[in-house]
């Protein structure tokens, strides 16, 4: 992506299209000239949220369109907008439409109509005939049709009033072009979802390939946090364009989740007034290779290597299964309290300065409840690895409800995250006593289960190693360093904060990490008995080298997934495997500490 931090432009022109749905313009050549059709943008109303909007023009030149339906908080904030006014953009993000084939279907239902026109165009510049169906209620809610007639798409319209075209749904325009004899090579469609899924289930019975844009909560944009989640995939940087065999085995169509991450179906299904619980297609059963270099036992558990995923990085049981399949030696959950939160508006999660691989992010520590977790705990134990569950709580109190759920659960060691920047929540790390208790309580409910307990601290403190001492004397068992480090980044025309939380601070990831990280790794292992889980800018085997080295026995990747994405666990595994053998050690277990030593 060409922008990944909220960067005011000014609104070229607006024109309301409907009664719902305006179009702004805005001039980006950072931007546009990277776009693609299919793609989005995050759109930033400074001080009231960010909200993804798919782009439905874009020129080399710099021109770039968005079309917003008024449907709620964010979006009716923009329609109050006026030309000249400042908006934030970041992106292009995610997956575009892959073209081909000399006829296309395009298939649109309401502001599905906005990136269907941006692939249109770049249809009719290769000279595609393309077929352009759109449905709505009624004529004066459909959108763009005299753009895609003036492209040369044929263009037909059904509106369920029978006030334009076709008196229906556009999937029996849809069906009866096709049983009429009509072929098409490719079927492209955006809009509500259930549309899409007949759109499918139509396009599957003619076996013609085809491509459906879908919509999930997008937080973060670029596939760091796991809000967007369907089914394992991220619908921000795996889509939104998916192809529609690849949703076959999702919950497209039956389910989606909340800001918390919990799910809730698309249509109630409802049996006997009481709610049925949304499950997922269980994924395959995976059992990882033994590697005997990397295999190493930390706390009683056996890890077939050390790499694992950071704390926030994945809600969903399925994508935690994805880590593990790609080769992480364990996996660790979303932070997980007592009860469901959303968490903060937008934004939530950008990079501080271009290509520096250093973010900044305040989720809220969104998470369903830990009631509700226990689904993705289940998918998550398709794959035969180690899972820890990351939990918070506020009070002795509340973490001994958490604890006392969480061990019904079957997970192999609990990770308290101790380092919460919230308010709320900050007492923690800053109460040695109230830390101390909490670790009591919870260890007296895990340990009989035979539950290990990692607390995770904050850099954030003056003493961080007198706070893991702390943790190591009330019975932790193994200690895991570091969490994110605090900042406040403002926008500096506005001179408010970009964040979207009530404070404006949040806490910085990624590569810049890592120097002070190392540090505290070192520290930790000089005072400390237990083992330490090393997280903090972790991008390279020559970092995961110098951490282990430093004293920690295991080690958690976090932001490197948004520029390197699944493959940083096989590449940091080949590396490590290398450097063990042509620096003559038996395993890795021999290498922690080895700085130490010296
Ligand atoms: C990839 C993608 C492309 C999209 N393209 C367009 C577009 O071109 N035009 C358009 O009008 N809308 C588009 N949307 C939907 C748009 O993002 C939501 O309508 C918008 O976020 C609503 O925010 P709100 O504060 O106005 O409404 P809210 O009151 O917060 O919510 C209204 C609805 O929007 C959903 N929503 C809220 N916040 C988000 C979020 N952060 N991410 C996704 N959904 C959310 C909610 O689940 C709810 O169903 C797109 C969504 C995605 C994921
Ligand atoms: C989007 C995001 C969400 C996070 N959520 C959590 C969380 O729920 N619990 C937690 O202990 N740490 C959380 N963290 C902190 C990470 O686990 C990790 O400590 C931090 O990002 C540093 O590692 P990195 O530089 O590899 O990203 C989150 C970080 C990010 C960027
Ligand atoms: S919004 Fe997709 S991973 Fe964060």
């Not at 298939?107 to 165009?121: N, Q």
């Not at 556009?170 to 899924?197: A, H, I, Y």
């Not at 009530?502 to 790794?521: D, N």
């Not at 997934?561 to 620096?583: A, D, M, T, W």
Request: with cysteine; glycine share 10%; proline share 6%.
């Amino acid at each position: 992506m060409s922008l990944n931090i909220p960067t005011l432009h000014k609104i070229e022109e607006l024109k309301a299209e409907n009664k719902e749905v305006k179009t702004f313009k805005f001039f980006s050549v950072e931007i546009a000239k990277e776009s693609e059709p299919g793609q989005f943008v995050m759109v930033w109303n400074p001080g009231v949220d960010e909200i993804p909007i798919s782009i439905a023009h874009a020129s080399p030149e710099g021109e770039l369109e968005v079309a917003i339906a008024d449907v709620g908080d964010c979006s009716h904030s923009l329609h109050q907008k006026h030309v000249g006014d400042l908006i934030g953009l970041r992106g292009p993000y995610g997956r575009a439409f892959s073209l081909h084939g000399e006829t296309i279907c395009m298939v649109a239902g309401g502001y599905g109509a906005a990136p269907l026109r941006f692939a249109a165009k770049r249809a009719k510049e290769f000279d595609e005939h393309v077929v352009f169906l759109e449905g709505a209620r009624s004529n004066a809610e459909l959108l763009y049709i005299e753009e895609f007639e003036r492209k040369g798409c044929e263009v037909r319209i059904a509106t369920e009033d029978g006030s334009g075209g076709y008196k229906g749904l556009v999937t029996d325009l849809l069906e009866g072009l096709l049983s009429s004899g009509e072929k098409f090579e490719q079927v492209l469609t955006c809009g509500p979802e259930l549309m899409m899924k007949r759109v499918c289930e139509i396009t599957r019975r003619e076996r013609i390939p085809t491509q459906v844009s879908v919509e999930r909560i997008v937080k973060c944009g670029c596939g760091a946090c796991g809000s967007c989640d369907l089914g394992g995939y991220r619908v921000c940087k795996d889509g939104p364009v998916f192809d529609a065999e690849e949703l076959e085995k999702t919950e497209f169509g039956k389910w989606k989740r909340e800001k918390s991450g919990k799910r809730i179906p698309i249509k109630p299904n409802v049996t006997a007034n009481k709610r049925v619980e949304p499950l997922s297609i269980p994924p395959s059963h995976f059992k990882p290779k033994y590697e005997p270099l990397l295999a190493t036992e930390v706390c009683g558990i056996e890890f077939l290597n050390p790499i694992m995923n950071a704390a926030g990085f994945g809600v969903s049981g399925k994508l935690l299964y994805r880590y593990a399949v790609a080769g992480a030696g364990a996996v660790v959950t979303k932070s997980v309290g007592l009860d469901e939160r959303e968490g903060y508006p937008n934004p939530t999660f950008f990079e501080i300065a271009p290509h520096s691989y250093t973010y900044v992010k305040e989720m809220g520590l969104s998470n369903p409840g830990i009631k509700k977790y226990g689904l993705e705990i289940a998918d998550a134990k398709y794959a035969e690895v180690p899972l820890v569950l990351s939990f918070f709580g506020k009070s002795v109190e509340e973490c001994r409800e958490v604890a006392k759920i969480a061990i019904k659960y079957p997970i192999d060691m609990l990770e308290f995250n101790a380092s919460c920047p919230h308010t709320e929540f900050a007492a923690v790390e800053h109460n040695p006593k109230l830390l101390k208790s909490i670790i009591k309580e919870i260890i007296g409910i895990a340990h009989p289960k035979g539950i290990p307990i990692a607390v995770k601290i904050s850099p954030n403190v003056g003493d961080p190693v007198g706070l893991a001492l702390t943790a190591e004397k009330a019975g932790a068992d193994a200690i895991t360093a570091i969490n994110t480090v605090i900042s406040r980044p403002i926008d500096p025309t506005l001179d408010i904060p970009i964040l979207g939380n009530p404070t404006g601070y949040g806490g910085k990831s990624g590569k810049e990490l890592a120097f002070g990280g190392k540090g505290v790794v070192f520290a930790l292992y000089e005072e400390l008995r237990v083992p330490v889980i090393a997280v903090g800018g972790i991008f390279s085997t020559d970092d995961v080298i110098e951490y282990v080295k430093n004293g920690a026995s295991l080690i958690q990747v976090g932001s490197v997934l948004v520029s390197e994405g699944f493959e940083i666990f096989p590449r940091l595994k080949r590396e490590l495997k290398e450097y063990l053998v042509v620096n003559g050690y038996r395993d890795i277990g021999e290498m922690v500490g080895a700085a130490h030593r010296r």
